[in-house]
Structure formats: C-alpha cells, structure tokens
C-alpha cells in the first residue's frame, strides 16, 4: 500500500549536522502522520520524532529536543530530519514510517521504510 525510501545517511563528523529524507509513495501524504525512529545493533529501536499530517503538530525524544527538527513538504510526499550536533552514540540506522496513531511508540505506525544509515566519526 504506503512505500517508504529514505536517503541521506552517511558519515558525519561528531558535533555536525546532517538532514535525511523519507519520500512516499501513492496518495494522500498530507493524510497520515509520520515518524522517524533509529535503530543500533544491540539496542532497542528508538522513536526519535513525529509529524501530524499538516506538519502543525511535532513531537521529539527528550534526548533530540532542540537539535532535531522534522519537517514535511506533503506537495513532494516528502518528510525530513534535521539532526544538528550529532554525537558518536546517535549513530544508527534511521527509518521513517508512516503512523496510524500518533504516538512515541512503534506499535502506532503501520509501514516502515529500510532506513538509511547515520555513521558518526569522533
């Protein structure tokens, strides 16, 4: 149904900046929210930052407050993340996925993209 492609991991210096992309596929973009999570081997998948539909409504970890900021241009089906001073321990793989509820938590969103990585150099 929802297809999920995100771009522009790669590597970034600790204490710089990096902005990755989530574009989707099919109708009506501007109807659902959507969030980024991020995932290290070894470690529990992390909600990272959510979107209403409109874009008027974010929502962000308290580990990400203040340095990340997400986005949406629904005319491009296209969500963004802005990551500024990054730390080493931030590097993962990060995903986008489309929500069915709301929510902080993985169980309200219902597609997933298969990520980009983040590699953190320190």
């Known amino acids: 149904q929802v297809q999920l492609v995100e771009s522009g991991g790669g590597l970034v210096q600790a204490g710089g900046s990096l902005r990755i992309s989530c574009v989707a596929s099919?109708?009506?973009?501007?109807?659902?929210?959507m969030g980024w999570f991020r995932q290290d081997p070894g470690k529990e998948r992390e909600f990272v930052a959510g979107?209403?539909?409109?874009?008027?409504?974010?929502l962000y970890a308290d580990s990400v407050k203040g340095r990340f900021t997400i986005t949406r241009d629904n005319a491009k089906k296209t969500m963004y993340l802005q990551m500024n001073n990054l730390a080493a321990e931030e590097a993962a793989v990060y995903c986008c996925a489309k929500a069915r509820r709301f929510v902080r938590a993985s169980w309200g969103y219902d597609y997933w993209g298969h990520g980009t990585q983040v590699t953190v150099a320190s």
């Open positions: 979107i209403s539909g409109s874009g008027g409504v974010t």
């Open positions: 099919g109708r009506a973009f501007n109807r659902y929210a």
